[in-house]
């Protein structure tokens, strides 16, 4: 079969992950009209398929791609989650979305790097002791080493001004403004510490002041682990 391109920056949307009045996080997404354009692309518009199904209450996709060497259709099949807003049409795309993954499409966007915006690049307000921006995002520049995974990346404000930047190294590893040397597993322990505030209570305000850093990715690996095992000791939230 033929070979399924990278995506191009255009592509790839920015949505907030975690926000606080230290910053926030940006996570990166493609949306389905990416995924036809490069079905299209790729394989020819009359040789690929789409199927939806409700099993129980989840809403599957599947999408089938016509193999012209094994004269077969070659399926692949995933569950959407649900949209805060249309519910079918949320799950529908979001399980189209994931079957193209399946597939192959967009899966470089699982390399990507821990993303930290700090609050000196970014207008964060508070609405009801919430934290909220209406900053929007977009990424400027992506660049793929040659095992398919990012390996430099420009994101920009709606004005036009980088707020992040990661530039390749000349052994292609990505180099950026990290304690940590694998991007996953900043985004594991970043998970892991979001986990134990939710069931705790605790503000992460209060874990950022204990050891000294304005947000989770300045902390090393060793002191994510010490915070981490002091939250799983603390009983958790009043239900």
Request: glycine content about 6%.
């Amino acid at each position: 079969m033929n070979q399924i391109r990278l995506l191009k920056s255009d592509e790839i949307e920015c949505r907030v992950g975690t926000i606080s009045e230290k910053g926030l996080s940006l996570l990166l997404y493609k949306d389905a009209r990416a995924d036809m354009k490069i079905l299209d692309e790729t394989f020819g518009a009359m040789n690929w398929e789409r199927q939806h199904e409700l099993i129980g209450d989840n809403l599957y996709c599947t999408v089938r791609i016509w193999d012209e060497n094994k004269h077969q259709w070659i399926s692949k099949m995933d569950v959407g989650t649900e949209s805060y807003t249309e519910k079918e049409k949320g799950q529908a795309s979001d399980s189209f979305k994931r079957a193209c993954v399946s597939v192959g499409i967009g899966r470089e966007l699982y390399s990507a790097p821990f993303i930290w915006i700090p609050a000196t690049k970014v207008n964060i307000q508070k609405k009801n002791d919430r934290c909220i921006t209406y900053d929007k995002f977009k990424v400027k520049e992506i660049h793929y080493n040659q095992n398919r995974e990012i390996s430099g990346l420009v994101i920009s404000n709606q004005n036009g001004q980088v707020v992040y930047s990661l530039f390749p190294t000349e052994a292609g590893k990505m180099q950026s403004i990290t304690a940590f040397s694998g991007a996953k597993k900043v985004v594991d322990y970043e998970q892991s510490i979001n986990r134990e505030l939710e069931r705790t209570g605790v503000a992460l305000d209060t874990v950022l002041k204990r050891y000294k850093v304005q947000s989770i990715q300045e902390m090393s690996e060793e002191t994510c682990q010490k915070a981490i095992n002091s939250l799983k000791k603390t009983k958790s939230k009043a239900a």
